[in-house]
Nanobody
């Protein structure tokens, strides 16, 4: 499977961005999807997950109420709508896929290349 993430950029605090991640190479609907992020000098951290059918989502406490994960089976795409962005949200954002939803990055099977989000104060 291959994942291609896009949508990052520079935004002012309080602004919004929508990240996209297009999957190819296997049946999109059979796998869970997730977003993680990694800030400079920090470990990769869980942001959000979504189940195969899209019926259940889970968020890190730090983004709950501000970020929304969704997926479009026809487009084989997972999205991360981010609003109320804060400087501490600055990081490279990675999409990933695997057989089950989990907050443990090592349990996912494939990763996108990352898209950089920079939030200025």
């Amino acid at each position: 499977v291959q994942l291609q993430a896009s949508g990052g950029g520079l935004v002012q605090a309080g602004g919004s961005l929508r990240l996209s991640c297009v999957a190819s190479g296997r049946t999109f609907s059979q796998y869970a999807m997730a977003w993680f992020r990694q800030a400079p000098g920090k470990e990769r951290e869980f942001v959000a997950t979504i189940t195969r059918g899209g019926g259940n989502t889970n968020y890190a406490d730090s983004v709950k109420g501000r970020f929304t994960i969704s997926r479009d089976g026809a487009k084989k795409t997972v999205y991360l709508q981010m609003s109320g962005l804060k400087p501490e949200d600055t990081a490279a954002y990675y999409c990933t896929t695997g057989p089950v939803v989990t907050t443990t990055p090592e349990l996912y099977e494939a990763w996108g290349q990352g898209t950089l989000v920079t939030v200025s104060s």
